[in-house]
Structure formats: structure tokens, C-alpha cells
């Protein structure tokens, strides 16, 4: 599946964001979608994903800042980012279609988005 990351932008430390995942075709395949982030010269870690199938939530932060939800008008996954810290600059994509492994590991997943831009600065 192919996949459209979209959301980002520049954003004042404190503000928010709603980063939006779409599938080609509309439709989402696999066990889960999730997110992950990369901010430059760092590995690209987990932030959220969801379970298609239960609605199951996992969280790589546990402060609530971070929301993962999948809105079925729109078809998308959506992450809704809160009290935003310059720490949460990053490249953020959205992934589907994992295979076997953890959910937690960007090498999980086989279907990536091109990423949208988060930069939080004052």
C-alpha cells in the first residue's frame, strides 16, 4: 500500500499538531498502521501505532502528549501531537503493512509514507 504523510509544519514550543496517514486506494492494509520520527543524525524511532483490527493503542511516550486514532470517514490515521517541545523536531512517518516482529521496530514495517516535517521553534 502506498501511503501519504501530511500535517506537518512549523509550530511555537507549548502548540499542537494533527498529522494525518492516508492510504492509496483509501484502504489500510495489514495489522496496524503506526508512526514513527526521525530527527537529524538519530535512528528513526517508534512514537504510536494502532491495531487495525482491536483499536488497540500503543505509546512509545507515556505523558499523553501523544494521540493515535483512525478517523473511518476520512480513512486516515491521524496523530495528534500536544504541548509540542523543540525535542519533538523531527521527519514524522507514517508505516503499514508489519510483518512478523515488533510493532515497536521501523523494521517491522514494510509500507512507508514520504514523511512530513515537524519543526518546533520559537
Known amino acids: 500500500v502506498q501511503l501519504q504523510a501530511s500535517g506537518g509544519g512549523l509550530v511555537q514550543p507549548g502548540g499542537s499538531l494533527r498529522l494525518s496517514c492516508a492510504a492509496s486506494?483509501?484502504?489500510?492494509?495489514?495489522?496496524?498502521v503506526a508512526w514513527f520520527r526521525q530527527a537529524p543524525g538519530k535512528e528513526r524511532e517508534f512514537v504510536a501505532a494502532i491495531s487495525l483490527s482491536a483499536g488497540s493503542l500503543y505509546y512509545q511516550d507515556s505523558s499523553g502528549r501523544f494521540t493515535i486514532s483512525k478517523d473511518n470517514a476520512k480513512n486516515t490515521v491521524d496523530l495528534q501531537v500536544n504541548s509540542l517541545k523543540p525535542d519533538d523536531t523531527a521527519v514524522y512517518y507514517c508505516a503499514a503493512d508489519p510483518t512478523r516482529g515488533s510493532w515497536y521496530s521501523s523494521k517491522t514495517f514494510s509500507s512507508w509514507g514520504q514523511g512530513t516535517q515537524v519543526t518546533v521553534s520559537s
Open positions: 486506494g483509501g484502504t489500510f492494509s495489514g495489522q496496524a
